[in-house]
């Protein structure tokens, strides 16, 4: 996979101003130092025995952290900020950080907030631009939502975003979003390429879903699988104090079942996880419905945790897309209710079935203390990145390293559990489902 793509990160310049940041350049004498350009990280952290070949610059990942040099005059930077699409527990924490470590660390004092998404740069909105500091920004992390407001959509209009740009007179650009915002912001970037402007396009990639390609993980999934293990723990109580108790609970997760997977591990109260990624059927001898009814014999009681995109391809009869270019899905968890409730309906056999469905509930949340931990890295990595004059790149953790990752190869596709890993092997052995529930395979 490393040989696949090319991680080098451009840069808009010769880097030629002193840091206002006094770190050592001197290992042992207790003080913080700087990342030289010469700190790299490799993709694929499991190696063979033998000798290696020789690693090449494209291959390996340039570590994030604060530059001797720098690119921007801090007294003559003005930096953005925006949040675009979905909501997701972390991002306030992530704005934060932002403000505070261009005020704090390098004297930035002009920072802007571009008010929901980026329909906020278009010359239609009235949305207004927000002024930030950080006694505005001081207590934001205790609250779920974004501080900016958020929307989908707009990034396609990419001459009229850069052109705001130019208005603005922005040196600096930090994109809080998923791979649709991402997407958008890379695209931006090749127009201000394109129009020789020296503007970095620094990304936090946002997703509770876990899917972001090459990254260890996305900032709110922690935030997510803690709350959802706690509906969880409510489902199992309505379960097992009920006749033939069911409890159903739908999660996140459009096409990656890792909230699913991660919840059954945290709360060890789930039977069933349904995800994207591993196919099953409904009805016949080794379906899933035929193995919810032998649980129920066994144990009177069961958990079933099914993510957002499971079963799409059976589902959907037409695909359309919202204003951020995602498949607009059908409600699986609905679906499984009304066919669990006749399936048992048919055979006679009483049931008492609870759906839960905590997405917005979840999503809205405050970050917990461990993902607004990784928040506050995330956000100060994106500074340091920015002020170097690096662009087109999102910052993320890599085999527990900060790194810069260039846009392209983050949004090239995304991260799915793998039915045959180490991931899905543990979900089975909490869950004690079958390794597969369909009537035939292959």
Request: hydrophobic share 40%; proline share 4%; net charge neutral.
């Amino acid at each position: 996979m490393a040989e696949t793509f090319d991680f080098t990160i451009e840069e808009l310049g010769k880097r030629n101003i002193k840091s206002p940041i006094v770190m050592s350049k001197t290992a042992g004498d207790h003080i913080a130092n700087y990342v030289t350009d010469d700190k790299f990280v490799r993709l694929q952290a499991e190696v063979k025995l033998g000798a290696q070949p020789a690693l090449k610059r494209p291959q390996v990942l340039e570590c994030a952290g604060p530059r001797e040099m720098i690119y921007f005059t801090p007294a003559h930077v003005h930096a953005g900020i925006v949040s675009c699409g979905g909501l997701c527990p972390g991002i306030n924490d992530v704005i934060r950080a932002i403000v505070r470590c261009l005020w704090y660390r390098y004297g930035v004092t002009r920072i802007s907030g571009i008010r929901y998404g980026y329909k906020g740069f278009l010359p239609e909105s009235e949305y207004g631009i927000k002024s930030l500091n950080p006694e505005s920004v001081d207590d934001i992390h205790k609250l779920g939502g974004t501080y900016l407001g958020s929307a989908r959509g707009g990034g396609r209009e990419v001459s009229k975003i850069v052109d705001a740009l130019e208005k603005l007179n922005l040196n600096i650009l930090f994109t809080i979003g998923g791979d649709g915002t991402q997407r958008g912001s890379l695209d931006i970037a090749e127009e201000v390429s394109k129009r020789q402007l020296k503007i970095a396009l620094v990304g936090i990639p946002k997703t509770v879903d876990n899917d972001f390609f090459l990254l260890d993980r996305s900032f709110g999934f922690d935030t997510a699988v803690e709350k959802a293990a706690g509906v969880v723990a409510s489902a199992h109580m309505e379960a097992s104090s009920a006749i033939n108790g069911i409890g159903l609970v739908k999660v996140m997760g459009r096409e990656s079942g890792y909230i699913a997977a991660c919840t059954a591990l945290a709360s060890h109260d789930v039977n069933f996880v349904l995800i994207p990624e591993v196919p099953f059927n409904l009805e016949g001898y080794n379906g899933f419905l035929h193995h919810l009814e032998e649980r129920l014999k066994k144990s009177k009681h069961a958990v079933v945790v099914v993510a957002e995109g499971a079963m799409q391809e059976q589902l959907l009869t037409e695909h359309k897309t919202d204003a951020g270019g995602n498949l607009k899905m059908a409600d699986v968890g609905t679906y499984l209710r009304e066919r669990i409730v006749k399936y048992f309906e048919e055979k006679k056999i009483e049931i008492n079935l609870k759906y839960i469905d905590p997405s917005y509930v979840i999503r809205s949340s405050p970050a917990n203390p461990g993902d607004s931990v990784y928040c506050e890295r995330l956000g100060n990595a994106a500074v340091h990145a920015a002020m170097a004059g690096k662009t087109k790149l999102i910052i993320g953790l890599v085999n527990n390293e900060f790194v810069h990752l260039p846009i392209k190869a983050a949004i090239s596709q995304r991260n799915h559990v793998n039915p045959e890993g180490n991931l899905w092997r543990d979900t089975l052995d909490a869950t004690h489902q079958p390794a597969l529930m369909v009537n035939k395979f292959g």
